[in-house]
């Protein structure tokens, strides 16, 4: 209250408010709650509420809803029908060659908002217990500590409470082992996975996961089937076809059966519906080698004989017996986890800003790891078409460049094609996630930033519904014919816009300078969408132009600059150690 951080205040009063208190000291917090009280509504207007990363987002989903975007930046229609943390622009569509992946279903450009979804599961890197919240990853200002370790701080009560009921209660009791024992933070993501479900849904998870396996052999043998007998048409091949047939449709009848018994139970009993989207994300289980497969199986036992100890078994096995049904099949959760993340996990960092300015010496800090199901669909580009970060513990994808309907909507894994060369980039992606890039940079072999200029872009042929793709010719007026459409054109028009681009991106970066974000990002949108209408890259000032509005939209995220007397005792500490 002496720091006038009533928000603050109060929030301490009712954490006190939880202790059995004398007389006197319960008369006491009553006054205070109450002049804290009268204090915020009296000057309601003029405080900043603490939970901004709360009132962000809400701002943002109520954008999707509303149809707009968030600050004013369009957003192509309202929340997907069947993934909500999805705008209806876009849909997830899955094919042999590239799985599971994301589709423009109309028209996108730069600066929409495509989603907004917040983690399954995520741990912080232990470095940052200390400073940020252990269930939302906010910065703390007044935290709040679990009521049995000293391991973990909290931003409130809210936060708090959710934890402590669901995984926390779990890991509070092991977290010294867990951290000491140098599991990587992905393995403590695929623990949480576990603990902040109760046993009951961890086994209806897996219950589904087993539906779907025998679905997926059922289709593989049903194809096979039909395979046989098309090459067989021999009697005896007929009648074997027709048991095989018939013993399927008994097994079908059977599983029909026993469907609408589990509807009766679950009808009964019912924990709620369970989102089966990630845990069904790739593994590649298949692909994997012997040594891997039990590197995974040794951790997932390990993390099977914590969950032993700490309670999370009604009566669990002793440690010189075979573990119980229910316990194998939490392990093997354990090791789907342990496999899928590798593939589909997210770091999420918040953005360090410099002390002198915004932009010039700000970076990322990787707080931690999460997984984002909706997100973790999307493909790899090494020339991504969206930008992400992340307000308060939800991931924020917008796009950076304008989309076509059908256009893939990738984003990226790491290796950019301005900082890496296509032989690093491709022993990179080959290396953690299995697959070798086929995006246009790639394909094409685009030159990296030090040997990228503006003159390898190429202008779009003028006519409509023609792809031809010209080389930047110097004669403005000069006709030419379209290998594509066969006509006569003139790009002059083209080159003009494109120089009017080159301008603008110099206007938006001049104001990204002065740190007037909005209308960096309003400058800078509108550049790009008109770049792309006329022109096709690699063009050096454009991707220079998307890489400051990616920086810019990060602005809209987490962010901290270190206060003036924090910095100072940094300096002043680094001075110290340096003497020494």
């Given at each position: 209250m002496?720091?006038?951080?009533?928000?603050?205040?109060?929030?301490?009063?009712?954490?006190?408010?939880?202790?059995?208190?004398?007389?006197?000291s319960s008369e006491e917090?009553?006054?205070?709650?109450?002049?804290?009280?009268r204090i915020l509504r009296d000057n309601e207007s003029s405080l900043v509420p603490i939970d901004l990363a709360a009132k962000n987002i809400n701002r943002l989903v109520q954008s999707i809803s509303d149809q707009k975007g968030g600050d004013g930046v369009p957003l192509n229609g309202a929340v997907n029908s069947e993934l909500r943390w999805l705008s209806d622009a876009l849909e997830i569509r899955e094919t042999a060659a590239a799985g599971k992946h994301a589709v423009a279903t109309v028209e996108i450009h730069p600066g929409d908002i495509l989603v907004i979804e917040p983690p399954l599961a995520g741990c912080l890197l232990p470095e940052f217990y200390g400073t940020h919240c252990q269930h939302c990853y906010a910065r703390l200002k007044a935290p709040v500590g679990c009521p049995n370790c000293s391991s973990v701080a909290f931003c409130g009560r809210k936060c708090r409470d959710v934890a402590i009921t669901t995984y926390h209660k779990y890991e509070c009791k092991i977290l010294g082992l867990l951290v000491g024992s140098g599991m990587s933070v992905l393995s403590m993501v695929a623990f949480r996975m576990v603990?902040?479900?109760?046993?009951?849904?961890?086994?209806?998870?897996?219950?589904?996961?087993?539906?779907?396996?025998?679905?997926?052999?059922?289709s593989?043998?049903?194809?096979?089937?039909?395979?046989d007998a098309k090459s067989v048409n021999s009697r005896s091949a007929k009648r074997r076809i027709r048991r095989k047939k018939l013993k399927e449709s008994i097994r079908s009848q059977e599983a029909i059966n026993t469907k609408k018994q589990e509807n009766t139970e679950s009808h009964e009993n019912d924990d709620g519906v369970i989102d089966m989207a990630p845990y069904n994300l790739v593994t590649h289980a298949d692909k994997r080698s012997s040594k891997d497969f039990l590197e995974r199986s040794l951790m997932a036992a390990f993390l099977l004989k914590c969950l032993q100890r700490i309670g999370f078994f009604?009566?669990?096995?002793?440690d010189d017996e075979v573990p119980g049904t229910e316990e194998i099949i939490v392990a093997a959760l354990l090791l789907r986890n342990l496999q899928l993340l590798q593939f589909n996990a997210h770091e999420f960092f918040e953005t360090r800003l410099n002390e002198k300015h915004r932009f010039r010496g700000s970076r990322p800090v990787y707080l931690g790891v999460a997984i984002y199901p909706t997100v973790a669909r999307f493909n790899h580009d090494c020339y991504p078409a969206v930008t992400r970060y992340f307000d308060g513990r939800h991931i924020v994808i917008?796009?950076?460049?304008?989309?076509?309907?059908?256009?893939?909507?990738?984003?990226?894994y790491g290796p950019i094609f301005t900082k890496r060369t296509l032989a690093e980039r491709q022993r990179t992606l080959a290396g953690r996630y299995w697959f070798r890039c086929t995006c246009k940079a790639c394909e094409e072999n685009w030159p990296c930033f030090e040997n990228l200029t503006n003159d390898s872009v190429r202008l779009r042929c003028p006519t409509a519904g023609c792809n031809g793709l010209h080389s930047c010719v110097q004669q403005r007026s000069k006709l030419i014919k379209c290998a594509s459409c066969q006509k006569k054109i003139c790009l002059e028009d083209q080159l003009a816009c494109l120089r009017e681009c080159e301008e603008l991106y110099e206007r938006g970066l001049a104001s990204m300078e002065d740190e007037r974000v909005d209308e960096a990002i309003e400058t800078l949108c509108y550049a790009l969408k008109r770049f792309h209408q006329v022109a096709c890259p690699p063009h050096r000032s454009t991707h220079l132009a998307e890489i400051a509005l990616s920086s810019c939209l990060a602005d809209c995220g987490n962010t901290w600059r270190p206060a003036l007397k924090e910095r100072t005792a940094d300096a002043r500490t680094d001075s110290i150690v340096m003497r020494k």
């Open positions: 002496a720091l006038k951080e009533y928000h603050f205040a109060l929030e301490d009063l009712h954490l006190a408010a939880e202790y059995d208190l004398p007389d006197k917090l009553r006054r205070r709650r109450e002049e804290c009280e603990t902040q479900e109760s046993l009951r849904k961890c086994l209806k998870i897996y219950k589904e996961l087993k539906k779907n396996d025998e679905k997926t052999a059922t593989s043998s049903t194809t096979a089937l039909n395979d009604a009566c669990p096995t002793p917008r796009a950076i460049r304008s989309l076509r309907l059908g256009d893939v909507i990738a984003e990226n």
